[in-house]
């Protein structure tokens, strides 16, 4: 515990993420035993490559004046950009949006931290429905808040029943995130109403608005034809959280948005207090460059014939040796289940093997892995002998 500064920023900092961990733990592998050797399936880092055109985009932006280009926009983000995807929501959604519903922000993780300091206050409770993506927890008690754990069913569903229970009159939002982060299961719009219905009701019983907070920074990449529910046709009070740093390859680039739709109960308040809580935030503006960026790439689609061809070859491997996997419908990961109870240690025997599983712990959910194949096709094929290795030295040990 240090006297010299925050303990508790102390120990986010000193820690890191079990997911960067495992990252990190890769690279110094990698340069001891040769990249080729290490089967790291630990991070979300898109393994397909930025479309042509946003190549395209960052030249021609290149050639607009500097001053403009490098520039500060106006804090929820320059107008035109915003105007361009209202418009692109608009086509694909038969909404009626308008550049004033958007704030553009550094990906999905500032536009969740925004919406979440938006709508709470100190003490409110907010429904995560595990597993989820482990910085939300972070997200929620960085706002003096309560994360509050709903555990999904055996098919990786919100359990909307084990959900409502859990409401009190301190709640005031439930994160979605689908396609899920995790398991890779697409929430279909049945499941999403009956949520809305009990989120309907509860709001009604306490006096107070129950936010749905969409995260989606992989509403592009479902496979087989899945529809990605759009959630604010489904709930009003929704906040869409978005990013292209799945759907275009853009990590690094830190560029998404906050979606306040003008179908939500006083949505101008909360609009305001989007902006109120990215300035609180220090957050400024989104990156420039990017923005305009987005601006002329906001209908290029993703390419998801990569992911679908290595979640084919993961889940047909892995099924084939014994493993007992989850359907994914979406995103770019499969959720597997340990070999023992305990998934840290399952994952630290895969290591052994030289595969980089995350233990599904920080999800939320014991006795799984995450397995994140953006990886090459070709990780994915070399890698089936070292969980073949895996599987056989578990029934071994089942076996003395
Ligand atoms: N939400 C989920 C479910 C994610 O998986 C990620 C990143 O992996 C984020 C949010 C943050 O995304 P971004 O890079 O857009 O901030």
């Known amino acids: 515990m240090p006297a010299s500064c925050n303990d508790r ?15 990190a733990y890769g690279q110094r592998r990698k340069a ?3 990249a080729d050797n290490v089967f790291d399936f630990s991070i979300g880092n898109p393994n397909v490559p930025a479309p042509a055109q946003v190549r395209e985009a960052i030249l021609a932006a290149l050639d607009e004046p500097s001053v403009e280009l490098h520039g500060y926009t106006a804090g929820p983000g320059a107008a035109s950009t915003r105007a361009a995807i209202a418009a692109s929501l608009n086509r694909r959604f038969g909404t009626a949006y308008e550049a004033g519903n958007l704030y553009m922000t550094m990906g999905a993780a500032a536009a969740l931290d925004a919406s979440l300091n938006a709508v709470l206050d100190p003490g409110d409770e907010v429904i995560c429905i595990a597993p989820f993506f ?14 509050v754990r709903s555990l999904a069913d055996e098919r990786m569903m919100p359990d909307v029943d ?17 396609p899920n982060n995790p398991t890779g299961a697409v929430y279909p719009a049945e499941v999403l109403a009956r949520l809305a219905d009990a989120l309907t009701a509860a709001s009604e019983r306490n006096g107070r608005t129950i936010y749905l907070i969409a995260d989606e920074p992989y509403r592009e990449i479902a496979y087989d034809g899945v529809t990605v529910p759009w959630v604010p046709a489904i709930y009003g009070p929704t906040l869409v959280c978005y990013s292209w740093s799945k759907s275009l390859s853009l990590p690094g680039e830190r560029i998404g948005y906050v979606l306040v739709p003008n179908t939500m109960p006083a949505w101008q308040e909360v609009y305001a207090a989007v ?9 400024v503006c989104a ?10 790439c906001v209908d290029v689609p993703s390419d998801v014939a990569a992911y679908a061809r290595n979640r084919e070859a993961l889940l047909g491997g892995l099924r084939g040796i014994g493993y007992d996997c989850v359907e994914p419908q979406g ?3 499969l959720w597997v289940r340990a070999l023992e109870p305990d998934a840290k240690a399952f994952s630290d025997r895969a290591r052994g093997h030289e595969l980089l599983l995350v233990p599904s712990d920080d999800f939320g959910m014991p006795g799984y892995v995450r397995v994140s194949y953006c990886v090459s096709h070709e990780t994915i094929v070399r890698s089936l002998p070292a969980f073949r290795a ?3 030295e578990y029934r071994a040990g089942d076996a003395r």
């Open 9 to 23: 920023m102390y120990s986010l900092g000193a820690s890191g993420s079990t997911i960067r961990q495992l990252f």
């Open 32 to 34: 001891e035993i040769g």
């Open 134 to 147: 482990p910085e939300y927890q972070m997200w929620v008690e960085s706002a003096g808040c309560v994360c």
């Open 162 to 178: 084990d959900i409502a229970a859990r409401i009190t009159p301190r709640t005031r939002a439930v994160i979605v995130n689908s």
């Open 275 to 283: 902006c109120g809580a990215g300035r609180a935030l220090g957050y």
């Open 287 to 296: 990156p420039s460059l990017m923005q305009h960026v987005v601006e002329r």
């Open 331 to 333: 995103a770019f990961y």
């Open 390 to 392: 895996l599987w056989d």
